[in-house]
């Protein structure tokens, strides 16, 4: 079986199609992580507890956002050295990784650590769910190293053109965690920890398999001890991309931990209705994000090899095909809004169905916007852009302290529905202005 998809020669749809279809599934079971916890804690612990998980969901979004645009940022950095075709600098880019991406990791540990409850306080989390929140993010952050080995290791299978293998571990490691969901908290009474010990397992497992998997298949990957020596612009081109994306999706997250804010003061049966539907978002947007993702990669290789009519091509196909799932999905949750909010909150409360039934039905007709936005966003970071997506992230975290402030109080929960869809419009504006004037684009960059 080939694992590996050829970036750089053939057919662009075809490859960009058999390169992201694995990265859409691994979304999928990505989100069967967060579904899994929600579906079983809503059912088996009641409201509350799933209002507990949603308190925190902003929190956990920011850790989540950081590992993976971190991760995400360095393997860019090592799909142009793969496209360049310089084994040596490739292996030097994955050294540097492993380094940067091990102190980057200690330091959000501590940050975490430290500044944990304050911020759950500072959020207004409701009292009667504080110390079940608490109890469930505080093991997620203690053990934020196995997210951020995942994300940077299936990176570097990516960034050179595998991204199959990352997807069959994601899978065993998805099964191993609905499992073990249903025995820690129906069987051993552990509570939301139980969900929270779950997921820290089984993100585990799947970076281990990862690594496993680098060591004996993809000696490619594998540096040598004189691959290690620190080389200043490599690192610096390193640490800046990795930061940047990871800022950007921190960002993001961060604006959406302000909402929580504004959305935590509406009531636990708002919360737990918000928390379903955020659930129902993040799978209606699942191949959005990972299309985009894969655009990058793809941009990443033919921009080291300097193939800008590949580069061109890929990104319409991109919009084209975001555009086709915006539409499917529209359709789809018109009809079904009600009755997937119930399925996912194994609630029978009308104010949680009807309230997340209404932000599925008003988002959806919104993701044509989003898909443009997302590929341009990860095109421009393929390219090796550092500014302007992080400007977009500044747009976004800009306009949800807007709304929290001027909005949401005047229209209550419908601030909240409205919010994202207005805020997606004003970055698709910033980012197509800003790709369409990219001297790489235009082709007027000059040759070096």
Known sequence: MHTKTDLLEGNILKSLILFAIPLIISNLFQQLYNAADTMIVGHFLGDESLAAIGACAAV???LVGFALGFGNGLSMVVARSFGVGDK???KRAVAGSLVIGAAVTVGVMLIAQIGLRPLLVLLHTP???MEESYSYIYIVTICVGVMFAYNLLSGLLRAIGNSFMPLAFLIISSVINIVLDVLFITQFQMGIRGAAVATVVAQGISAVLCAIYIMKKCKLLIPAREHFEVDGPLYRELTGQGLSMGFMLAIVSTGTVILQYAINQLGYLIIAGHTAARKLNSFCT????PLAL???TFVSQN??????DRILKVVRYAMILSLGWAIFITIVIAFAAPALITFISGSSESVVIENGARYLRWNTPFYSVLGILLVLRNVLQGLGKKVVPL???MIELVGKIAFVLLFIPILKYFGVIICEPVIWCLMCI?????YYRDPYIRGKEEKK
């Open 60 to 62: 956990y979004e920011l």
């Open 88 to 90: 040596d600098l490739l």
């Open 127 to 129: 009292s009667k769910i």
């Open 286 to 289: 699942m191949p959005l994000t």
């Open 294 to 296: 894969a655009t990058a």
């Open 303 to 308: 921009r080291g090899a300097d193939q800008r």
């Open 391 to 393: 400007v977009s992230s």
């Open 430 to 434: 910033q980012l197509v202005i800003s």
